[in-house]
């Protein structure tokens, strides 16, 4: 089979809360007819991304497009789980024209990008593109120290850290494999902002690599599908943290799952998870819950002091309205310090 016959895969990778599942479904939303499947892998207990991508409503997708991948990074689990994932897509009497593949907040691109040279799947299918979903006011903010020297510094200062923070360098590989950088939530920062992210961006990449501004995750699918990188061919370009081969864990990660009961109010729900997420540790909190009287489900995501909520879609009459959230925090964060903020 030739490189042209082979069905492309486009990667979007990015750090937690970037925005990478709303891009996604942009792009379903978008897609014009053209047969995509999504492969989306979570870090927690709790599957939202994927049941919020597999319930869209969108013409076209159904449960049987989407592939969740839950509890377990993608590039730590690629012979168990992404390999026959993607083979079941290959398999199909319709096989998709083009496969989106989610990662989690957690994962690391490269690993992932190896696994298209298995013999298995390197005559199907190639890495149309790495795309990494960039969370700009969180950058702008200074989330990610651009002067190691100062964050090793501030580490030795502060005794309450006792093992080395990995979020940088998980950063850092998620735009170093990248073939187009996404700064997403542009709107949330003035130019000055935008121009300093953008130059932190550049400064960790050592190859010309395109970075777009976005809000909302919208963007032309026409940008993000059919950049033919064949990325799996150009894996020296794509310089990581951790070698070939190294492995690569997330003990200094930990998330639970939460049940959360009626809510009176969307604002009242988003109060109590904003207070939640200011508990220290506390990296992501998303889920969805009901709104007493209201037919429709509420959708709730948060990072830091940004908490959105939205309805996505009604509920099915069926269907159990047992609201949860997913927690996910640095390893040891105060458990019972978040349930009590989250209780009406």
């Given at each position: ?11 979007v990778t990015g750090f937690l809360g970037a925005g990478k599942t709303t891009l996604v479904r942009h792009v379903m ?19 939202f991304d994927g049941s919020f991508l597999a319930s869209c409503g969108i013409e076209g997708c159904n449960e049987d ?280």
């Open positions: 089979m030739s490189i042209v016959e082979k069905i492309p895969c486009t990667i939303e978008r897609s014009a007819g053209r047969r995509l499947a999504i492969i989306v892998n979570e870090f927690g207990d709790l599957g497009s989407v592939v969740e991948l839950p509890n377990g990074c993608i590039c730590c689990t690629v012979a168990d789980d992404f390999v026959p994932a993607l083979n079941t897509l290959l398999d199909r009497a319709d096989p998709p024209e083009h496969i989106l593949i989610e990662t989690s907040g957690l994962a690391l691109p490269k690993p992932l990008v190896q696994a298209f040279q298995w013999p298995a799947i390197r005559s199907r299918v190639t890495v149309d593109g790495v795309i990494a979903v960039v969370d700009a006011p969180a950058v702008a903010a200074g989330f990610f120290a651009e002067d190691p020297t100062a964050l090793a510094n501030q580490r030795a200062a502060d005794q309450a850290v006792d093992h080395d923070n990995p979020l940088e360098e998980v950063f850092e590989d998620q735009i170093l494999c990248a073939d187009l950088v996404v700064m997403n939530k542009a709107d949330l920062i003035d130019a000055a902002a935008r121009e300093k992210v953008r130059a932190d961006i550049l400064a960790h990449l050592p190859r010309a690599v395109k970075i777009v501004e976005t809000e909302h995750g919208r963007i032309d699918p026409r940008v993000l599908l059919g950049i033919q990188a064949a990325a799996e061919d150009d894996l020296d370009a794509r310089p990581s943290h951790h070698g070939e081969g190294e492995d690569h864990d997330h003990d200094d990660f930990e998330s639970v799952a939460m049940d959360i009961a009626d809510t009176k109010t969307a604002e009242d729900l988003a109060a109590r998870v904003t207070a939640a997420a200011e508990i220290p540790g506390v990296l992501r909190i998303k889920g969805f819950a009901e709104v007493t009287g209201k037919p429709m489900r509420l959708v709730v995501q948060g990072v830091g002091r940004r908490i959105a909520h939205h309805y996505d879609r009604p509920w099915k009459p069926s269907e159990p309205r047992d609201g949860k959230l997913v927690v996910i925090g640095l390893k040891g964060f105060d458990r019972a310090a978040v349930a009590a903020a989250l209780k009406p």
